[in-house]
């Protein structure tokens, strides 16, 4: 049982150029979610979704865009990286079953842009 | 608007000492709440978690968490900090949405 995969686990971009960082959970969770975290601020929320097709903007959405075609999968896209975008990106996946609710994360993505 | 405070930035105890670090939460209702601890250069490790019940929560480490509605608080409690408890911990709250919302964080430093 692999959890949540993120991939790459190091990105350099430079200012301008697009990319996708990936997140995939095989846990059969509903929800999944894109944090950043940088320092002094916390993890702060990007986008999140709570199914397959359904995406919502959290605190942080500008500059990227989500999508959710599978339960499995929750791309985040950098259409145009900034410098401002270096940051450390987390995915998480989380579930509800009865009284329980938990969260899974991925290991990271460090990304910077130049 | 929704959101989570973790009033000390840093905080240093001695080893062996105790420790509570604070956390206040601004929601209508009682959310889903959540410890986590990361390592530098590491994820996030789950400490413990409430969402209803006993408003004691055990979690790993020797860590506790109690909960206050009257407070809107979720203070995390060690009685006796080892120098291996230094990092950063969050506290952050789910109100049922399949998202978190993080407080700054906390650093704590441990004194030999």
């Known amino acids: 049982n692999a959890g949540v995969t993120q991939t790459p686990k190091f990105q350099v971009l430079k200012t301008g150029q697009s990319m996708t960082l990936q997140c995939a959970q095989d846990?059969?969770?509903?929800?999944m979610s894109w944090y950043r975290q940088d320092p002094g601020m916390g993890l702060r929320l990007i986008h999140y979704?709570?199914?397959?097709?359904?995406?919502d903007q959290g605190e942080v959405p500008n500059g990227y865009n989500v999508s959710r075609s599978t339960t499995e999968d929750f791309p985040l896209r950098l259409l145009s990286a900034a410098p401002s975008q270096t940051s450390v990106y987390f995915c998480?996946?989380?579930?509800?079953?009865?009284?329980?609710?938990?969260?899974?994360f991925g290991s990271g993505t460090r990304l910077t842009v130049v | 608007a929704q959101s989570v405070t973790q009033p000390d930035i840093h905080i240093t105890v001695s080893e062996g000492a105790s420790l509570e670090l604070r956390c206040n939460y601004s929601?209508?209702?009682?959310?889903?709440l959540f410890w986590y601890v990361q390592s530098p250069g590491q994820g996030l490790q789950l400490l413990l978690k409430?969402?209803?019940?006993?408003?004691l929560v055990q979690g790993i480490k020797g860590f506790e968490a109690e909960f206050k509605r009257s407070q809107s608080s979720f203070n995390l409690r060690k009685p006796s900090v080892h120098w291996s408890d230094a990092a950063e911990y969050f506290c952050a709250v789910d109100n049922q949405g399949g998202k978190l919302i993080f407080g700054q964080g906390t650093e704590l430093s441990v004194k030999p």
């Open positions: 979704s709570v199914g397959a097709g359904i995406t």
């Open positions: 409430y969402f209803s019940g006993d408003t």
């Open positions: 929601y209508g209702a009682t959310p889903y």
């Open positions: 846990m059969n969770h509903e929800y």
């Open positions: 998480a996946s989380s579930y509800s079953a009865g009284l329980d609710y938990g969260y899974t």
